[in-house]
Nanobody, 125 residues
Framework: VQLQASGGGLAQAGGSLRLSCAPSEGSFSSYSVGWFRQAPGKEREFVAAISWSGGITYYADSVKGQFTISRDNAKNTVYLQMNSLKPEDTAVYYC???????????????????WGQGTLVTVSS
């Protein structure tokens, strides 16, 4: 599965962006999906994850109440709605898909089998 992340760009602090993640081909609906981000000079960190059905979601404490992960399996797409953006949200955002997802490990990169190329989000103050 090749994943395409899109929707990144430049936003002002307090603004919003919506990221999308979709496979370049094939169905996405049986995969659980996570979003991770990597800021300059920092390690990649977990942001949010959603089960294949959309019924279970997880968020990093740093984005709880600010970001929302969702999916539309009819459109074969997972979204990350990012509101009230802050300069510290600046990072490359990656989506990743897991065939067999263990919810307890949803925040860990090794749980995911496929990764997208990343989309850059820059938040100006």
């Amino acid at each position: 599965v090749q994943l395409q992340a899109s929707g990144g760009g430049l936003a002002q602090a307090g603004g919003s962006l919506r990221l999308s993640c979709a496979p370049s081909e094939g169905s996405f609906s049986s995969y659980s999906v996570g979003w991770f981000r990597q800021a300059p000079g920092k390690e990649r960190e977990f942001v949010a994850a959603i089960s294949w059905s959309g019924g279970i979601t997880y968020y990093a404490d740093s984005v709880k109440g600010q970001f929302t992960i969702s999916r539309d399996n009819a459109k074969n797409t997972v979204y990350l709605q990012m509101n009230s953006l802050k300069p510290e949200d600046t990072a490359v955002y990656y989506c990743a898909a897991a065939r067999n997802w263990r919810g307890d490990y949803a925040h860990t990169a090794p749980e995911y089998d496929y990764w997208g190329q990343g989309t850059l989000v820059t938040v100006s103050s």
